[in-house]
Each structure stands twice: as C-alpha cells, then as structure tokens.
C-alpha cells in the first residue's frame, strides 16, 4: 500500500500545503485502486499532480468540518461538467449521515437532487467495515465536537512478492484529542498517521478538540503502533516542537507528514 500526503496542513491550507487529504494505492492482483481519505480545503488541485480524477474509486470522509471535506464541492464540477462526460459511474462517498445534504448546501443547490448524481452516497456506521477492493475500511468515533468525527483504520491484504497474501494496516485519526476509539482504531498499526494540532503549555485549556505531539505518542504507545506519522499541523503550530514532544512517548519511528511525500506501507 502507498501513501501519498496530498494535503496535510491543519485546520485551513498553509503556504506549503492543502489541509486534509491522503491518496491511498493498492494492488488486489488484477488492477491498481485508489481511494481518498478527506478532501479538505485545496486539496482538489493538489491531487491531480498524483492522479487523474477518473481514477479515483471512492473517497472516505472523517467529519464535516471545511478543511477535510470541502473540496467535494469541487469535485462535484469536475464531474459534472467535464466536456464528452464522466465517463465513469459515480463516485462512492462514506461520511457522516449530514454529509450529501451539507454539500450540497454549501454549493447552493437543492438537497434533491443535490449532489447525489455525480456521488453516491453512504452513512457510516460505527465500527462496521466497508470493503471495496483490497481495502477494508473501519470507522471508529473518536473526540472532537461536531456529530459525528471519526478514525478510519484501513487494512489491505495484497500479493506479496512471492504471490502469498500481506495484510498491512494503515490508521488516519482524522480530528480527534485522546480517547479509546482512537486507541482501538489504531491497534497494532503499521503506520498510524495522527493529528497533533496542539501544543503542550499553549492549549492545555482546551479540551475535548485536538491532540498534542505527546498525547499522539502516547495513544500510538498504548495501540501498540509501529510507526507515527505525525499530521494536521497548523500554521502556527511548531512541527520541531510537536515532534519533540511525541518521541519521549513513543519508542517507535516518529515523523511529520510533508505534502506530496509518498511512504510506504
């Protein structure tokens, strides 16, 4: 499995990066797939240095705040006004139960039929897997304030060298401050790419939001994770300070997550 970081600044893009969004490949021995997890703010320009739009086999939304999820809206246009169309049949979309409608009011449309001829639509459920292709996709709710927020862990099973299957395992936190869901999606995760927005003795006062470089290392710890791929960094927030503080935490390799940087899994 290959991971591309197409947009990983908090919150909204900074000078260096979109805000969320990751393009996840894989192999199940007969094509290539790709899927997208958010799609925030600036991230639809951004992709296309890494795929054509008509590749793209589904996206996979972990909340509905802007900078993961806005750039459906236009994606929406790609898809619909390309000249000679489409030509592919809709794109399947997991989120939040709100997600078609909010979409298509953010773009000014009438919610029926809103968005639901360029996308098809799907509600998450807590817990229960999606599988599409070589990818399974489990959501886990997880501590951030809007309805619904969750992390997604991906697991893939692809052809080794030898042709036997591998399966790896891939958890994205979305937008979450410490909690066991959290915990649970992460669980023996070979890469474990967390959000770590906040700063130890600058945001202590505020709860219930965002994780901190430390509470990254310490929930990648307690999962039993193998790597922590630190991401969702703001503009204002020291990505040499978030680091510093996950690895006392965490004995595993710590990084931060750089736009269109490819690892893999």
Not at 18 to 37: F, N
Not at 99 to 124: C, I, K, Q, V
Request: charged content about 25%.
């Amino acid at each position: 499995m290959k991971l591309t970081i197409v947009g990983c600044t908090g919150s909204f893009p900074g000078p260096g990066s979109p805000a969320s969004c990751y393009l996840l490949t894989a192999q199940d021995g007969e094509r290539q797939w790709k899927i997208v997890m958010d799609l925030g703010s600036g991230a639809l320009g951004a992709i296309q240095r890494y795929t054509d739009l008509e590749d793209i086999d589904a996206i996979f939304l972990t909340h509905l705040h802007p900078d993961h999820c806005m750039d459906l809206c236009g994606l929406h246009v790609a898809v619909r006004w390309k000249p000679g169309g489409w030509g592919r049949d809709r794109i399947p979309v997991w989120g939040p139960a709100a997600t078609a409608d909010r979409m298509a009011t953010a773009y000014g449309l009438e919610l029926d039929p809103g968005m639901h001829e360029e996308f098809d639509f799907s509600n998450w459920s807590e817990r229960q897997s999606v599988q599409l292709g070589p990818f399974t996709v489990t959501p886990y709710a997880v501590n951030h304030p809007v309805e619904e927020a969750y992390a997604l862990r991906v697991e893939v099973t692809e052809p080794g060298k030898d042709g036997s299957p591998v399966t790896r395992i891939l958890t994205y936190s979305g937008d979450t401050d410490s909690c066991q869901g959290l915990e649970d999606a992460a669980r023996n995760a070979d890469l474990f790419l967390c959000e770590a927005a906040f700063e130890e003795g600058r945001d202590d006062d505020i709860k219930d939001v965002h994780l901190t470089g430390k509470r990254a290392g310490q929930a990648a710890k307690a999962a039993g994770a193998r790597r922590l791929l630190l991401t969702h960094i703001p503009v204002w927030t020291s990505q040499t300070k978030v680091m510093a503080e996950a690895r006392p935490e965490f004995a595993g390799d710590v990084a931060v997550a750089v736009a269109g940087v490819h690892y893999t899994v």
